[in-house]
């Protein structure tokens, strides 16, 4: 008895491939945690602002591994374009993946600035609040319609909204992180009946390209940043983006509502 068509294309349907966005993947803790992603079999829509030949790059990098990816750009600093966002996420799904959703959303586009308290100024603290708040609440609010239940959301914080990274100077910074925590566990709460995971990652110091390149051009603060951390070094971008494809992994499906310190023991 022959076996029909439809049988043999069920029984050998393969399921349609995980997919991620990663805001801020042109370089840096973005870049790692994209390409981390994509070693895990999942495909990836990245977003870049003011280095879209970063994001170009970062595509290369994952095709060159025999991932697949998508760059798309993004100003997290402004909530009305998110709309129209939305519709190129859903326009790269149907057309790479042939899917009408994704799994995983990683926040984190951002960058950092410091000023003592009595030198933070109206213009700072409302562009840290657009960039680093504002857009993570309202770009998962606009992409959630697209975010497949059972998903996973992460943000990316910092340890200075913790005891751990408190320094003088970031006072405004590490109030929008220390917010952005608080959301990722009312987002956790919320989005539960969805069976979708909401968690943080909060990094130490790491070599990125963070406060125009800040370790580059100054390297003599790298020798005291690691003698203040158990580990002894430096944070790279791969520590983080490891530990994030983690959490949005089987190795993270029981974590929930948490943020994650991934500072190698600074401080402690």
């Known amino acids: 008895m022959s076996v029909s068509h439809g049988f043999n294309a069920t029984a050998t349907a393969r399921p349609a491939p995980r997919v991620a966005v990663v805001t ?3 370089s840096g803790i973005g ?19 003011g280095n879209q030949a970063g994001g170009r790059e970062t595509v290369s990098m994952i095709e060159k ?25 859903a326009a790269a799904l149907r057309e790479t993946w042939q899917r009408e959703s ?7 586009a951002g960058f950092g600035q410091m000023a003592m308290f009595e030198d933070t100024t109206e ?14 609440y309202f770009l998962t609010q606009t992409l959630l319609p697209l975010l497949a239940d059972g998903g996973a959301v992460i943000n990316t914080t910092s340890n200075a909204a913790r005891f751990s990274g408190l320094e003088a100077g970031y006072s405004a ?5 220390g917010g952005l925590v608080v959301l990722t566990r009312y987002l956790a709460k919320e989005l539960s009946a969805r069976g979708i995971r909401v968690n943080s990652v909060s990094p130490g110091a790491t ?4 406060a125009d390149d800040a370790f580059a051009r100054h390297p003599e603060v790298i020798p005291p940043i690691a003698a203040r951390t158990a580990l002894g070094r430096l944070g790279e971008p791969e520590d ?7 959490l949005l992994g089987e190795e993270g499906r029981w974590i929930t509502a948490q943020d994650i310190e991934v500072s190698g023991g600074y401080n402690l």
């Open 24 to 26: 801020g993947a042109s």
């Open 31 to 49: 870049r790692s945690t994209a390409i981390q992603i994509a070693r895990r079999g999942t495909g990836v829509i990245l977003t870049s602002h």
């Open 65 to 89: 591994d025999g991932g697949t990816a998508v760059a798309l750009p993004l100003d997290v600093g402004c909530s009305a374009d998110f709309p129209a966002f939305r519709d190129s996420v």
């Open 102 to 108: 994704f799994d995983f959303l990683v926040n984190n």
């Open 123 to 136: 213009q700072m603290f409302d562009e840290l609040v657009r960039v680093l708040l504002k857009g993570p």
């Open 173 to 177: 910074y590490g109030k929008m992180k």
């Open 207 to 210: 070599r990125t390209r963070i």
């Open 240 to 246: 983080i983006g490891l530990a994030i494809a983690a």
